[in-house]
């Protein structure tokens, strides 16, 4: 088993900035190829970046440029970087973990979730 816990989100600024993190626990996360969701108030949950266990990266078009995802194998943390923040990033963001493969972009193909973390950008 694998418990994801991401980092507190908060209140910014349009064109701000804020980093999540997700710290892991019960397994090493090496192995996972890791994802970062969020849903917004009245929205599904979408896909935003992830991170495959080699290292590369891949994103939604709404963030491509803006965001970016990382990861530290030796702290067990996944980060996701978020810059020039607009409103409608608002939502709650979680991170998800799979060994399913890489690239992955849907929700069932993760197997372990964190319990999100609320992101609000004012205008």
């Known amino acids: 088993q694998v418990q994801l816990v991401e980092s507190e989100g908060g209140l910014v600024q349009a064109g701000g900035s804020l980093r999540l993190s997700c710290a892991a626990s019960?397994?090493?996360?090496?192995?996972?190829?890791m994802g970062w969701f969020r849903q917004g108030p009245g929205k599904e949950r979408e896909f935003v970046a992830g991170?495959?266990?080699?290292?590369?990266?891949y994103y939604a078009e709404s963030v491509k440029d803006r965001f970016t995802v990382s990861r530290d194998n030796a702290k067990n943390t996944v980060y996701l970087q978020m810059n020039s923040l607009k409103p409608e990033d608002t939502a709650d963001y979680y991170c998800?973990?799979?060994?399913?493969?890489?690239?992955?972009?849907?929700?069932?193909?993760?197997?372990?979730w964190g319990q999100g973390t609320q992101v609000t950008v004012s205008s």
């Open positions: 998800a973990a799979t060994y399913r493969g890489t690239f992955m972009r849907l929700e069932r193909q993760y197997d372990y």
């Open positions: 019960g397994r090493t996360l090496s192995g996972y190829s």
């Open positions: 991170i495959n266990w080699s290292g590369s990266t």
